[in-house]
């Protein structure tokens, strides 16, 4: 592997600015909570970014630096990133105005890539809470048993079972003897209650002692309950994880669990929360959800960015490869790209005023970095990225590319039942059954009637408990998601 | 700021589609203040009401409409005419349509070769499904054959299966 250079270190380019200098530190630093140190290791990554950070922001320092480094070799970028934009051009006005833009990530036609698939540095994190007795167990032990015989000799598994408090079932690069690992498998019990922070903390400790560039290195939490008092802890981590390059999925069986807090921890790690509804499909999602990694190309895409003064971004949604909504932030954590297939990001920018006399403006812009596993060249890039429009003085009229429309289309169902969740939370039970009759037609329109029902029942649950049922909500919420989803956005076209 | 011409809801310019109840709004004009006359439904229940003297004479100076094809994200324009068919042409028929869908997968769509008319006039141009094979629906709600209905700027109608969305152009 190659020499990480000071610029690697912080993601950035040569010819970076002493204010995207600083920028990229702090934002690195604020992710990696040196404060809270959990002992993963961190400490010598925080003390490179440091010394990174030292030397490149002293303009003499970082001359002297610059001289050293070998002439910058001409490579082409892995991925080639298209930005669209839902209008050509922007017109002043004097109120605030939206933009939303689709960023669509490929792999370059001209990159040679090991086209087999990337080892494996996972963690299976499993809840052995009371709840998880009988067949949702028994379904995670057999399902773990087929998947360690299914591992390849250089990839790297361990397993991590919590209720109460973490235990390490099968400790990371220790798969030797199948026979006595399947036997402690076998042998879980279940019993206690669920504190994920314990199971994530054991998990991630785990992953980080075999994380390498040449790996995808994920935790894969598998629960059915809810924790209690940890969640700001189980945040924090999220933060460190994805700033080591760990990402976070979750598995999320039954009815009980914590949807709103999964997504979010599971978001700031570019990884993929998945309600299970039906017993039946626990093995299906926790094998489907290996080979998503395994297949990937590169692990987490990151977008360090910096808006311009009078711009926010407002949301910012994955469409693919799965659609999730992204927790806001610089950076933003895009998450995982296939090696067949593409990544796309719908961005919505709110912009509250343009300065007069521009000939263009510049929305936001920073540095998309990423890392491909074992590329023969070499693993980490950053490309610049830069939203920019033309400023008209007259509207140049042209409708938005399909794929903006499309897709806002179908997130705009899924915001509509997001906010009826926020209206019950607070208590404005007219408003949120107002917007759940809106979304029952628009569902209803689009020939979604399975989806279109669960809506009318919760109407009815909403009119007769003033509140969601608790399934109700997560089929909602993972059923109006899932129209986002490629296949069925291309079946609706056919 | 635009104001959906369904529910009324105010949303900021740049917005495609109404928060409030999901209608999509005109993408192709946009002007910092867009003013569409409102509730639909209203003006539908006074239609019906006294649909049997109904003779609305199109208006020369009318503003000029297009179609919205949801799916291929295609806008045609209406230009030239007081009445439009649509419809997808094939070989064997002599009569072409005026719009003619058969160049976005029509067959496929089970848009039939006269499936439908849109009149033009002010303040609302009027869609008429003309028994077609697989019908067309209005905002969700299947429609009579051989009726003409009001439809206006950000409707959507799909004949078979195709969506097509009305824009007004101001």
């Known amino acids: 592997m190659e020499k990480s250079s000071l610029y690697d270190r912080l993601g950035l380019p040569r010819d970076a600015s002493v204010e995207e200098i600083r920028h990229a530190y702090r934002q690195l630093v604020l992710r990696l909570h040196p404060d809270l140190n959990l002992n993963l290791g961190e400490t010598e990554l925080f003390i490179d970014i440091q010394q990174a950070y030292e030397h490149l922001s002293d303009p003499k320092r970082k001359a002297d630096y610059d001289k050293q480094l070998p002439e910058p070799r001409e490579i082409v970028s892995p991925l080639s990133i298209t930005t669209y934009y839902s209008q050509p051009s922007l017109i002043r006005l004097s109120e605030p105005q939206l933009l939303y833009s689709l960023l669509d990530f490929k792999l370059h036609p001209d990159t040679s890539l090991l086209m087999s698939s990337t080892p494996l540095n996972i963690s299976l994190v499993v809840d052995c809470s009371t709840s998880m007795q009988g067949i949702r167990l028994d379904t995670v032990k057999l399902t773990a048993i087929d998947l360690i015989r299914q591992l390849q000799p250089n990839d790297i598994f361990s397993l991590v079972k919590f209720n109460d408090w973490a235990e390490l079932l099968i400790s990371a690069g220790s798969l030797s003897e199948l026979k006595s690992t399947e036997m402690k498998i076998q042998l879980l019990q279940a019993g206690g209650g669920t504190e994920i922070f314990k199971g994530l903390e054991m998990g991630l400790s785990q992953v980080n002692q075999f994380r390498s560039n040449n790996r995808v290195n994920h935790i894969i939490l598998i629960t059915d309950g809810r924790t209690y008092g940890d969640e700001v802890s189980c945040e924090k981590l999220a933060d460190q994880s994805s700033a080591l390059g760990i990402g976070i999925s979750a598995l999320g069986i039954g009815n009980q669990w914590n949807d709103k807090f999964l997504d979010h921890i599971t978001s700031k790690t570019g990884g993929i929360c998945q309600y299970i509804s039906n017993i039946s499909d626990i093995r299906s999602s926790i094998l489907g959800e290996i080979s998503r990694l395994g297949s990937s190309l590169t692990e987490q895409i990151t977008f360090n960015y910096l808006p311009s003064q009078k711009v926010e971004l407002l949301s910012a949604f994955r469409l693919q490869p799965d659609s999730s909504p992204l927790v806001l932030g610089s950076p933003l954590i895009f998450g995982n790209m296939p090696r067949l297939g593409a990544m796309h990001i719908l961005l919505e920018f709110l912009i509250k005023d343009i300065p007069a006399k521009l000939a263009n403006f510049t929305l936001a812009k920073g540095f998309i970095n990423y890392e491909i596993p074992r590329h023969i060249i070499k693993t980490k890039y950053v490309q610049r990225i830069i939203f920019e429009r033309q400023i008209s003085r007259e509207l140049i009229q042209e409708a938005p590319p399909p794929a903006i429309i499309n897709a806002m289309a179908l997130l705009s169902l899924y915001h509509m039942q997001e906010r009826a969740r926020e209206e019950v939370g607070i208590g404005d039970l007219n408003s949120a059954i107002r917007h759940m009759e809106s979304l029952a037609g628009n569902l209803s329109k689009k020939g979604e009637y399975d989806l279109a029902q669960t809506v009318k029942d919760e109407i009815a649950n909403l009119k007769r408990n003033q509140s969601f049922s608790e399934n109700g909500e997560k089929r909602l919420k993972y059923g109006t998601r899932s129209l986002l989803l490629p296949a069925r956005i291309e079946e609706g076209n056919a | ?170």
């Open chain 2, 1 to 170: 700021m635009i104001i959906c011409p369904n529910c009324g809801n105010k949303e900021m310019p740049g917005a495609l589609f109404c928060k409030e109840c999901g209608s999509q709004f005109i993408t192709i004009s946009r002007d910092p203040t867009m003013t569409i006359p409102s509730s639909l439904s209203d003006q539908l229940h006074e239609y019906l009401s006294d649909e049997d003297e109904h003779v609305v004479p199109p208006t020369p100076e009318n503003a000029s409409l297009s179609l919205f094809l949801v799916d291929f994200g295609e806008v045609i324009p209406l230009e030239g005419l007081s009445e439009y068919t649509l419809g997808r042409s094939s070989e064997d028929q002599p009569i072409l349509p005026d719009v003619d869908l058969g160049l976005y997968h029509g067959y496929e769509y089970g848009v039939s070769r006269l499936h439908a008319s849109i009149k033009i006039s002010t303040p609302y141009a009027f869609l008429t499904d003309f028994d077609s094979a697989n019908g067309t629906q209005l905002n969700g709600q299947k429609i009579s054959p051989n009726k003409p209905y009001p439809i206006t700027h950000g409707d959507i109608f799909v004949l078979g299966e195709m969506k097509i969305q009305l824009l007004v152009n101001r």
